[in-house]
């Protein structure tokens, strides 16, 4: 029977990123990874504004349609209220 083992170190290093040692290359990989956050960003900007302005659109639309009125619930009781003070009521002996 034959035991294999997995050296995981070189698995790791796989998966490792590793910066060039060219400070060249570095500097455009840097201002490349600027770039593509500065794209996602202002797009992510501008479909937030397009989903908002969409939403209010479709507030506006709809408000303007012709709601229909439903009959009373008979379980319903409409009255009027008066918040009445303490020292209105009755003493209680």
């Not at 937030?48 to 939403?55: C, E, H, K, N, R």
């Not at 319903?76 to 209680?92: C, F, G, M, S, T």
Request: glycine fraction near 8%.
């Amino acid at each position: 029977m034959n035991i294999r083992y997995v050296q995981f170190a070189k698995l790791r290093n796989l998966f490792e990123p590793r910066k060039p040692r060219n400070p060249l290359v570095r500097i455009a990989l840097g201002l490349l990874g600027i770039a593509i956050l500065a794209v996602l960003v202002v797009g992510g900007v501008f479909i937030g504004a397009a989903m908002i302005l969409g939403g209010i659109t479709w507030k506006l639309l709809a408000s303007r349609k012709a709601r229909s009125v439903r009959k009373a619930d008979p379980t319903v009781v409409d009255a009027e209220y008066h918040v009445v003070r303490k020292a209105a009521l009755p003493q209680a002996r």
